[in-house]
C-alpha cells in the first residue's frame, strides 16, 4: 500500500498513551481492594516483586516484538520464524490475544460505564433530581446497558482519530489529569480521622502472611492484568515506537508509572476504607473479613461521602471522574488491539474498522449485562485468569526460544547501542527464557488446580 505507518509523535507521547493503557480500574478499584482484602502492606510487597521481576520483562518481550515487526501481534509472532509450524502457532497466539482482548472490553465497558453513572450521580444529586439518582447508582439492566453503550461510543470514536489525533491526544489530556485528581484527593483523605490507621494497615506488613502461594498468584495476576500484558496490548503500542527510542528505558518508565499510580491508589482507597469506619460504616464482618470485596468501590466509599455532606458529593464527582479517566484510556488501548489488525489485513479504513469492531465488542457487553449472573464472572475468570497469563507465557516463549537472539539484540540496540554491555541485556534474555515461562506456567498450574 505504501502508506507511512502510524506512529507516537514523541516519547512522551508513547509513555503517556502506554501508561494510559496500563493505568486503569486494575490499578485503582484492582489493587487497593486487593491489598485491603489481602493482608494489606504484605500484598503491596509481593505485587511489587512481581511486578519488577516478572511482569516487567514479560512488557518488553512484547514491546520488542512489537516495533520490530511494525505489525499487529498475528503479523508481528508469524514474522519471527521462517519454520511454517511455528509461524502457524504464531498466528493462532495472535487470534488468541485479540479474542481476549474483546473479551476483556466487554467486561471492562459495563464496569467503566458504573462509573460513568456514578459521577452523573453526584452532579444530579447536587441538582437534587433524587429519582434519578437513585437510578443511577442502583443495579438494572437498563441502566448498565445504556452507559456500557455511551462508554463504547466514546471508546470508539477515540479509536477511529487514530494513534496521534486518537490515542494519544486523549492520553495526553487525561493522564496529567488523572494524576492531578488523584493527589488531590489523597490529600483530603489524609486531612481526615481514621486515615492513618489505614496507613498503617496498607504501609507496615504482616509477614506471617507474606509465604502464603494464593497471596503470590493473586499479585502475579494483578501485575499482568495491571500492565495490560498477554493479549497484544502493549505489542501494537510497541509497533507504533519510533526506532530512535530507547525501548528498556521506555519499558521500565512504564512500569515504575503504573505501579506508581496504583501505590498512590492504594494511598487512597485504604486510609478512605478507615475513615469510613472511624465514621461509623461497617467495612469488616464479625470474622474481620472485607465486606463485599469487589464492590468495595460502589459501597464503602459512597457510604463515606455521603456523610461527608457537600464536600462529599464534590469528592464523590472527583472519584469517579477519576475512574473514569483511568477507564478510558485502557479501554482505547484494547479497541487498538482487533482495530489495527482488521485494518493491516483486511486492507480497511481505520474509522470503518473502529465502528465495526466497537460495535462487536458492544454487543458482546450487551449479551453480558443481559445475562449478568451467569456471564459477567465468567468472561473475567476465563481472560484474566487462563487467557492472559498463558498467551502472555506463550509471547515469552516467542521472544525467548523462536526469535534469533542475534536480532532481538538489533533490535534493541535500535535507539540503545550500548545495549550490549548493559545490565538489561545481561538479565533479560534470561528472564525471558527460563523465569518468565516457568514462574507464569507455576501461576497457572495452581490456578487450573484450584
Ligand atoms: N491495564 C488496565 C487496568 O489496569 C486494563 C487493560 C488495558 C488491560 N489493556 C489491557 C488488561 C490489556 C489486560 C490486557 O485496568
Same mark, same amino acid.
Given at each position: 500500500?505504501?502508506?507511512?505507518?502510524?506512529?507516537?509523535?514523541?516519547?512522551?507521547?508513547?509513555?503517556?498513551?502506554?501508561?494510559?493503557?496500563?493505568?486503569?480500574?486494575?490499578?485503582?478499584?484492582?489493587?487497593?481492594?486487593?491489598?485491603?482484602?489481602?493482608?494489606?502492606?504484605?500484598?503491596?510487597?509481593?505485587?511489587?516483586?512481581?511486578?519488577?521481576?516478572?511482569?516487567?520483562?514479560?512488557?518488553?518481550?512484547?514491546?520488542?516484538?512489537?516495533?520490530?515487526?511494525?505489525?499487529?501481534?498475528?503479523?508481528?509472532?508469524?514474522?519471527?520464524?521462517?519454520?511454517?509450524?511455528?509461524?502457524?502457532?504464531?498466528?493462532?497466539?495472535?487470534?488468541?490475544?485479540?479474542?481476549?482482548?474483546?473479551?476483556?472490553?466487554?467486561?471492562?465497558?459495563?464496569?467503566? $460505564?458504573?462509573?460513568?453513572?456514578?459521577?452523573?450521580?453526584?452532579?444530579?444529586?447536587?441538582?437534587?433530581?433524587?429519582?434519578?439518582?437513585?437510578?443511577?447508582? $442502583?443495579?438494572?439492566?437498563?441502566?448498565?446497558?445504556?452507559?456500557?453503550?455511551?462508554?463504547?461510543?466514546?471508546?470508539?470514536?477515540?479509536?477511529? $482519530?487514530?494513534?496521534? !489525533?486518537?490515542?494519544?491526544?486523549?492520553?495526553?489530556?487525561?493522564?496529567?489529569?488523572?494524576?492531578?485528581?488523584?493527589?488531590?484527593?489523597?490529600?483530603?483523605?489524609?486531612?481526615?480521622?481514621?486515615?492513618?490507621?489505614?496507613?498503617?494497615?496498607?504501609?507496615?506488613?504482616?509477614?506471617?502472611?507474606?509465604?502464603?502461594?494464593?497471596?503470590?498468584?493473586?499479585?502475579?495476576?494483578?501485575?499482568?492484568?495491571?500492565?495490560?500484558?498477554?493479549?497484544?496490548?502493549?505489542?501494537?503500542?510497541?509497533?507504533?515506537?519510533? !526506532?530512535?527510542?530507547?525501548?528498556?528505558?521506555?519499558?521500565?518508565?512504564?512500569?515504575?508509572?503504573?505501579?506508581?499510580?496504583?501505590?498512590?491508589?492504594?494511598?487512597?482507597?485504604?486510609?478512605?476504607?478507615?475513615?469510613?469506619?472511624?465514621?461509623?460504616?461497617?467495612?469488616?464482618?464479625?470474622?474481620? !473479613?472485607?465486606?463485599?470485596?469487589?464492590?468495595?468501590?460502589?459501597?464503602?466509599?459512597?457510604?463515606?461521602?455521603?456523610?461527608?455532606?457537600?464536600?462529599?458529593?464534590?469528592?464523590?464527582?472527583?472519584?469517579?471522574?477519576?475512574?473514569?479517566?483511568?477507564?478510558?484510556?485502557?479501554?482505547?488501548?484494547?479497541?487498538?488491539?482487533?482495530?489495527?489488525?482488521?485494518?493491516?489485513?483486511?486492507?480497511?479504513?481505520?474509522?470503518?474498522?473502529?465502528?465495526?469492531?466497537?460495535?462487536?465488542?458492544?454487543?458482546?457487553?450487551?449479551?453480558?449485562?443481559?445475562?449478568?449472573?451467569?456471564?459477567?464472572?465468567?468472561?473475567?475468570?476465563?481472560?484474566?485468569?487462563?487467557?492472559?497469563?498463558?498467551? $502472555?507465557?506463550?509471547?515469552?516463549?516467542?521472544?525467548?526460544?523462536?526469535?534469533?537472539?542475534?536480532?532481538?539484540?538489533?533490535?534493541?540496540?535500535?535507539?540503545?547501542?550500548?545495549?550490549?554491555?548493559?545490565?538489561?541485556? !545481561?538479565?533479560?534474555?534470561?528472564?525471558?527464557?527460563?523465569?518468565?515461562?516457568?514462574?507464569?506456567?507455576?501461576?497457572?498450574?495452581?490456578?487450573?488446580?484450584?
Amino acid at each position: 500500500m505504501g502508506a507511512v505507518r502510524a506512529e507516537f509523535s514523541s516519547r512522551l507521547g508513547f509513555l503517556l498513551a502506554a501508561s494510559g493503557s496500563a493505568v486503569g480500574l486494575g490499578n485503582i478499584w484492582g489493587f487497593p481492594t486487593q491489598t485491603a482484602s489481602n493482608g494489606g502492606a504484605a500484598f503491596l510487597l509481593i505485587y511489587l516483586v512481581m511486578a519488577f521481576s516478572l511482569a516487567y520483562p514479560a512488557l518488553m518481550a512484547e514491546l520488542i516484538i512489537g516495533r520490530h515487526a511494525r505489525a499487529n501481534a498475528v503479523t508481528a509472532l508469524r514474522s519471527l520464524s521462517d519454520n511454517p509450524l511455528t509461524r502457524f502457532f504464531g498466528g493462532l497466539t495472535g487470534y488468541a490475544g485479540i479474542l481476549t482482548a474483546i473479551l476483556i472490553l466487554s467486561f471492562y465497558s459495563i464496569v467503566a $460505564g458504573w462509573m460513568v453513572a456514578h459521577f452523573l450521580s453526584a452532579i444530579f444529586q447536587a441538582l437534587g433530581m433524587m429519582s434519578l439518582v437513585d437510578w443511577l447508582t $442502583g443495579f438494572s439492566v437498563h441502566r448498565n446497558a445504556i452507559f456500557t453503550l455511551v462508554f463504547m461510543l466514546f471508546t470508539t470514536l477515540i479509536v477511529s $482519530g487514530g494513534v496521534r !489525533k486518537g490515542i494519544e491526544r486523549w492520553s495526553t489530556l487525561l493522564m496529567p489529569l488523572l494524576l492531578v485528581i488523584l493527589l488531590l484527593l489523597i490529600a483530603y483523605v489524609f486531612t481526615q480521622e481514621g486515615a492513618m490507621q489505614g496507613l498503617k494497615v496498607y504501609l507496615l506488613p504482616d509477614f506471617s502472611r507474606v509465604i502464603d502461594i494464593q497471596l503470590v498468584i493473586r499479585a502475579l495476576g494483578q501485575a499482568f492484568f495491571s500492565l495490560s500484558l498477554g493479549v497484544g496490548t502493549m505489542l501494537i503500542y510497541g509497533s507504533y515506537v519510533s !526506532k530512535q527510542e530507547n525501548l528498556a528505558s521506555l519499558g521500565r518508565s512504564v512500569t515504575l508509572i503504573d505501579i506508581g499510580i496504583a501505590v498512590m491508589a492504594g494511598l487512597l482507597v485504604l486510609p478512605a476504607m478507615y475513615v469510613a469506619q472511624h465514621n461509623g460504616v461497617q467495612i469488616f464482618d464479625a470474622a474481620g !473479613k472485607l465486606i463485599s470485596e469487589d464492590t468495595l468501590i460502589f459501597t464503602v466509599l459512597p457510604a463515606l461521602f455521603e456523610q461527608m455532606g457537600a464536600i462529599g458529593l464534590l469528592i464523590s464527582f472527583a472519584f469517579f471522574i477519576l475512574m473514569t479517566i483511568a477507564a478510558v484510556t485502557s479501554s482505547i488501548s484494547l479497541l487498538e488491539v482487533p482495530v489495527a489488525y482488521v485494518m493491516e489485513n483486511h486492507r480497511t479504513t481505520r474509522k470503518h474498522t473502529a465502528f465495526m469492531v466497537g460495535g462487536l465488542v458492544t454487543l458482546i457487553s450487551l449479551l453480558i449485562t443481559f445475562n449478568f449472573k451467569t456471564l459477567f464472572g465468567l468472561t473475567i475468570q476465563i481472560t484474566t485468569r487462563y487467557s492472559e497469563p498463558l498467551i $502472555g507465557l506463550l509471547f515469552c516463549v516467542f521472544a525467548g526460544w523462536v526469535w534469533q537472539r542475534n536480532q532481538v539484540l538489533q533490535e534493541i540496540k535500535s535507539g540503545f547501542d550500548n545495549a550490549e554491555n548493559s545490565l538489561f541485556w !545481561k538479565v533479560w534474555p534470561f528472564y525471558i527464557r527460563y523465569v518468565c515461562p516457568l514462574a507464569i506456567l507455576a501461576v497457572f498450574g495452581h490456578s487450573l488446580l484450584s
